[in-house]
Nanobody, 122 residues
Framework: QVQLVESGGGLVQPGGSLRLSCAAS????????MGWYRQAPGKQRELVAT???????NYADSVKGRFTISRDNAKNMVVLQMDSLKPEDTAVYYC????????????????WGQGTQVTVSS
């Protein structure tokens, strides 16, 4: 019953910016980590950035200095600010989260959003 919903994807020119948002909802007890993955055609899904509830962040080398991940714990949200976008950033971006539910607090499960398309092209 937990859902992750992404928004903010679209078409932008090289060098442009996009801001992706992801909100988690449902019978949530706690969220330890939220983050973003992406998958381009013909490639495996790869980690883009993650953020813990304590504020620690991690980025893929390919996006360091260009992308910024941030958390709003009170709203169960995570945001990915993408600047200086390149054509190779084109992919479907997926939100993910490590969540414990109210019903089964002892177990941490991984949840995924449906994905949002990001296309960088002139």
């Amino acid at each position: 019953q937990v859902q992750l919903v992404e928004s903010g994807g679209g078409l932008v020119q090289p060098g442009g910016s996009l801001r992706l948002s992801c909100a988690a909802s449902g019978s949530i007890f706690s969220i330890n980590r939220m983050g973003w993955y992406r998958q381009a055609p013909g490639k495996q899904r790869e980690l883009v950035a993650t953020s813990t509830s304590g504020g620690s962040t991690n980025y893929a080398d390919s996006v360091k200095g260009r992308f910024t991940i941030s958390r709003d714990n009170a709203k169960n949200m995570v945001v990915l600010q993408m600047d200086s976008l390149k054509p190779e950033d084109t992919a479907v971006y997926y939100c993910n989260a490590f969540i414990r539910t109210v019903q089964i607090m002892e177990v941490t499960r991984v949840y995924w959003g449906q994905g949002t398309q990001v296309t960088v092209s002139s």
